[in-house]
T-cell receptor
């Protein structure tokens, strides 16, 4: 069964610092992987996705993630944090059931201080 | 383009009352998903439909929960009778056939059962 593990329920950075949110996956087949962001009182919004093309994926708002098969990882990064990046981030893996179901990690809350 | 539309955005009810949450998926999407989000459990998939047919309802917690999709543009999630532990944010999401599995989420319905 496919699953994802997000390391750290909370990550704190200063404005302008590097953002690194960790995600490791488990999948018996080549995975499709996703990062979503959730701002307070809103739904989840897709940041980026990996679908077996380029291993370095660029998304919205300056975020990117690198798929590393050897490490079973799909960590999310951004070179310089903005206050507006404060939100909860979810890593997800497509469940290979023939339908497009996603299994989500527990989420990581990103806190950005001035 | 209109996204996934959910109603109500907020619902406060008393234990034992019936609750109905509504969802309109994105036009042309053929899969619809209901998720529940709580602090303790994170995002849980409750049920999903493909072409209006329920495919997997193994995530529905109890018989008090039921979901229907009478047509391609409307789905309901009903809780009867409601209990305080049902308090959560309920999200509806949709996706299209043949895609990479990306889900498009609504803004959610925040349910509080007193």
């Amino acid at each position: 069964a496919q699953s994802v593990t997000q390391l750290g329920s909370h990550v704190s950075v200063s404005e302008g610092a590097l953002v690194l949110l960790r995600c490791n996956y488990s999948s018996s087949v080549p995975p499709y992987l996703f990062w979503y962001v959730q701002y307070p009182n809103q739904g989840l919004q897709l940041l980026l996705k990996y679908t077996s093309a380029a291993t370095l994926v660029k998304g919205i708002n300056g975020f990117e993630a690198e798929f590393k098969k050897s490490e079973t990882s799909f960590h999310l990064t951004k070179p310089s944090a903005h206050m507006s990046d404060a939100a909860e981030y979810f890593c997800a893996v497509r469940t290979n059931s023939g339908y497009s179901t996603l299994t989500f990690g527990k989420g990581t809350m990103l806190l950005v201080s001035p | 383009d209109a996204g996934v539309i959910q109603s109500p955005r907020h619902e406060v009810t008393e234990m034992g009352q019936e609750v109905t949450l509504r969802c309109k998926p994105i036009s042309g999407h053929n899969s619809l998903f209901w998720y529940r989000q709580t602090m303790m459990r994170g995002l849980e998939l409750l049920i999903y439909f493909n072409n209006n047919v329920p495919i997997d309802d193994s995530g529905m917690p109890e018989d008090r929960f039921s979901a229907k999709m009478p047509n391609a543009s409307f789905s309901t999630l009903k809780i009867q009778p409601s209990e305080p532990r049902d308090s959560a944010v309920y999200f509806c999401a949709s996706s299209s056939r043949g895609g990479t599995g990306e889900l498009f989420f609504g803004e959610g319905s925040r349910l509080t059962v007193l």
